[in-house]
């Protein structure tokens, strides 16, 4: 009895051990053999579509690339045709993928189209029998000239058979070198494809036009303000926009559309071009020659390497210089993240609107990278991302720019007011009180008028500084310049001339009881309490004035002495003298 339950316990669980082993084979097999699932029949009836077909679609590649649809027709059998799964990639250099389904149409008053929402594909070819058993066959692709497309566009779009309630075979033939191809066909109305085209070429306009405007007001700002990052970022703007119109199917359709060979050519070298030519707009800007003179040259190096690979590759296409192509474009991302980098880390206020703007087209450069290394596959991002990123990209990095320029002008206006503005006032330098002196006294002897020159001192400065500090000395200095500025005529100049020293030129008619009217008014505007000043202090003025009622006798060489003499003058009236204003004739 021992014996036999021992066996049976033995055998019952070799049992469920053999029937665990026998589903999972049977899965396994399921799965691995899509070819025994039956395609379903792709019934058109009252739905626009578009209709996806990847539940009816069966394929096979040919790896010879040289089946006629005859013997892929003859051998339907023996071909081992399998089911498509959603998102497979095939990479067909050098082969043909064959797509089969069988579909009805049933609504008379819809036409409808096979349509293959992928632009670039290099060539397809939809094979059908008509009524008659005669082969209607149609092609596109950028193999072939626009005009023998059965529907001019970005994208192939192929016409269905138009007989009501028969079931067709149809045969898709598709040569796409070098990049795998995911892309499925679906069915779409004719109405549906019209409407699709129109909202496409209205967003497409939209894109395309950005980048033009964009490209001319770089280049416009390039000009105006004689500046290389705008003049770059207009070659990187109008290289990024050609790219993408080869990409998008724009350029062979618009401009060379009898030339087919220049669809692959411009695929490839717009996009190094344009590689080239961010590199070049961000060496501009950050100058990376500041932080390491080798990575200035690798950038350089790998500028010009861009656009020789991309030549090379139009004379010798192949899959390894393809994939030498993603590794550079690749590479030129990873340095363009390290120079913006470097430059944030060194702290380049400029570099942060660099990094904000080239974030978007980054991550958007990603999607087609990863689908042409077959990672992902075919989808609206992967066609459209780059667009969509250097939308976004555009005004930032203008702004940016805009920013970058302003903020050069201004500080390089600041240098070059530094010499003839006081910095504290807001007044003439004593250079600039010097050569409008100079020029003053040239002008009085030409037409034989006076002019005066008058030195104010703001003679309790120093008992200013001491009772309150600095800061109230020069909030003092600046109060001061404003009463003596409001004293003066417009055509007069005011400046600043030492520590606490004024000058004021006046010039045109006048007489020396006007000008000591002038000097009374300025000492008297002192004598007003001031709320900016500490216990309402008063600014206390001695003025000097040097009235030349014959110019003619004085040289123009002379103004500095002229300036000397009556900043002596005004010196030596802090005496303790009562005499606010004293009159010199020069």
């Given at each position: 009895m021992e014996v036999i339950k021992k066996f049976a316990v033995g055998g019952g669980l070799t049992a469920f051990v053999r029937a665990v082993l026998a589903l999972l084979c049977l899965q396994a097999a399921l799965s691995a053999s899509p070819a025994w699932a039956k395609a379903e029949?792709?019934?058109?009836?009252?739905?626009?579509?578009?209709?996806a077909m990847a539940s009816s679609l069966e394929f096979w590649i040919d790896a010879k690339d040289q089946t006629p649809v005859e013997k892929v027709e003859a051998g339907v059998g023996s071909l081992p045709f399998a089911a498509v799964k959603p998102g497979q990639s095939h990479l067909i250099d050098n082969a043909a993928l064959w797509l089969r389904f069988d579909a009805v149409v049933q609504n008379p008053q819809i036409l409808w189209k096979l349509e293959?929402?992928?632009?670039?594909v290099d060539k397809i070819t939809l094979y059908y029998r008509d009524s008659l058993g005669r082969w209607v066959v149609q092609q596109a692709g950028d193999a072939l000239p626009i005009s023998a497309w059965p529907q001019p566009g970005r994208y192939p779009v192929l016409s269905l058979s138009h007989e009501i309630g028969q079931t067709i075979r149809y045969y898709l033939r598709v040569e796409h070198a070098r990049i795998p191809f995911s892309a499925l066909p679906r069915a779409v109305s004719d109405t549906q494809v019209t409407t699709a085209r129109q909202l496409d070429h209205l967003l497409l306009g939209a894109y395309f036009g950005l980048a033009a405007l964009v490209t001319v007001l770089a280049l416009i700002n390039a000009m105006a303000y004689r500046d290389w990052g705008f003049a770059t970022y207009a070659l990187y703007m109008a290289t990024f926009?050609?790219?993408?119109?080869?990409?998008?199917?724009v350029a062979g359709l618009y401009l060379w559309p009898e030339l087919p060979k220049l669809n692959n050519i411009s695929i490839v070298l717009l996009p190094l071009t344009a590689a080239a030519a961010a590199l070049w707009f961000v060496r501009t800007v950050t100058t990376p020659k500041r932080f390491s003179r080798a990575l200035d040259w690798f950038i350089v190096a790998l500028m010009g390497l861009l656009p020789v690979i991309a030549l090379v590759d139009a004379a010798f296409p192949t899959i390894e210089s393809f994939a030498l192509i993603n590794i550079l474009i690749s590479a030129s991302?990873?340095?363009?993240?390290?120079?913006?980098?470097?430059?944030l880390f060194e702290g380049d206020r400029h570099a942060r609107w660099m990094a904000l703007g080239f974030l978007p087209i980054i991550l958007a450069t990603l999607f087609p990278l990863l689908r042409n290394f077959g990672v992902l596959a075919s989808s609206f991002l992967t066609q459209n991302a780059l667009m969509l990123g250097s939308a976004v990209e555009a005004p930032i990095l203008f702004f940016g720019l805009l920013h970058r320029v302003t903020q050069r002008r201004e500080s390089a206006t600041r240098a070059t007011t530094l010499g003839t503005t006081d910095p504290l006032t807001g007044l003439g330098s004593t250079r600039l009180m010097l050569a409008k002196l100079r020029q003053a006294l040239r002008t009085a002897?030409?037409?034989q008028q006076p002019c005066a020159l008058l030195v104010v001192n703001l003679s309790n400065l120093a008992e200013l500084q001491q009772l309150h500090g600095r800061e109230t000395g020069d909030r003092?200095?600046?109060?001061?310049?404003?009463?003596?500025?409001?004293?003066?005529?417009?055509?007069?100049?005011?400046?600043?001339?030492?520590?606490?020293?004024?000058?004021?030129?006046?010039?045109?008619?006048?007489?020396?009881?006007?000008?000591?009217q002038v000097a009374t008014k300025i000492l008297a505007s002192g004598l007003r309490p001031s709320r900016e000043l500490p216990e309402a202090d008063p600014l206390l003025f001695h003025i000097a004035i040097g009235y030349m009622g014959e110019p003619a006798k004085l040289a123009t060489t002379q103004p500095q002495s002229c300036l000397d003499r009556l900043m002596?003058?005004?010196?030596?009236?802090?005496?303790?003298?009562?005499?606010a204003i004293r009159m010199v004739q020069l």
């Open positions: 029949l792709l019934t058109l009836g009252d739905d626009h579509g578009p209709v293959l929402p992928m632009s670039g926009a050609g790219s993408q119109a080869a990409f998008a199917g991302m990873a340095v363009l993240l390290m120079v913006v980098g470097v430059s002897e030409r037409y003092a200095m600046v109060l001061a310049a404003a009463r003596i500025r409001t004293a003066a005529q417009a055509t007069d100049t005011v400046a600043r001339v030492g520590d606490s020293h004024f000058a004021l030129l006046m010039e045109g008619p006048m007489t020396s009881d006007g000008v000591n002596k003058v005004v010196k030596e009236m802090n005496d303790g003298s009562r005499k």
